[in-house]
Structure formats: C-alpha cells, structure tokens
C-alpha cells in the first residue's frame, strides 16, 4: 500500500517562494506519473503540475513559468517549487501518484492528505 505525505504549507506573504514535499512510502510495481493537485472550497480539485517517469512535465497554465516540480532520482519524494506567489493560488495542495500494480494489472491512483497554502499580506 502507497501512502503520500505532504508538508511545507503555510501562510506565506503575496510574492514570496514557498516549497511543498510529498514523502512516499510502501512499494507498488511502477510509478507512472506524479503530480500536485489543488482544491478550494466550492470548486474542483484542478491539476497544478505533473511529472513521468520520463521527466517530462506538465503546468496549468495558471503556474507555468513561476511553479517547478521535481523529483528526487529514488521517486521517494516530489516537490513543487512555487515561486512569485498570488492569492489565488491559495487552496488545499494535494500530492498524487499514479501507478501500475503488476498483481493486479490496475492502474490506481493515491492521494495524499493535502496541505494549506495561504496567501495573504
């Protein structure tokens, strides 16, 4: 079984840098896909960026060019580098790993617990 585990939320200053971490543990036959997710109260959760096994990344629109996800060269932990910081990125952040289970043949998604991330003067 798959647990994610964020942190690095937090009130943090309009302009301002902030990183946020998702720690993985137990072990699933192979990581397709890893990604940050966003939610506020009264809309979807919308993707906010995603990284392949391959390396190759994905931002919403509303990040690109000032949010960085990467990760480590184990998959063990994924970060999200959110720079130059707006009150509308406030929301719940979500940690999410797509992955293949070879004894099943399924293709499951888990999902961490989500972290706050307020931006407010």
């Known amino acids: 079984q798959v647990k994610l585990v964020e942190s690095g939320g937090g009130l943090v200053q309009p302009g301002r840098s902030v990183t946020l971490s998702c720690t993985v543990s137990g072990s699933i036959s192979a990581i397709i896909a890893m990604g940050w997710y966003r939610q506020v109260p009264g809309k979807e959760r919308e993707l906010v960026a995603s990284i392949n096994r391959g390396g190759a990344t994905n931002y919403a629109d509303s990040v690109k060019g000032r949010f960085t996800i990467s990760s480590d060269s184990a998959w063990s932990t994924v970060y999200l580098q959110m720079n130059s910081l707006k009150p509308e990125d406030t929301a719940v952040y979500y940690c999410?790993?797509?992955?293949?289970?070879?004894?099943?043949?399924?293709?499951?998604?888990?999902w961490g617990q989500g972290t706050q991330v307020t931006v407010s003067s």
């Open positions: 999410n790993l797509r992955g293949y289970e070879s004894i099943s043949g399924s293709h499951d998604d888990y």
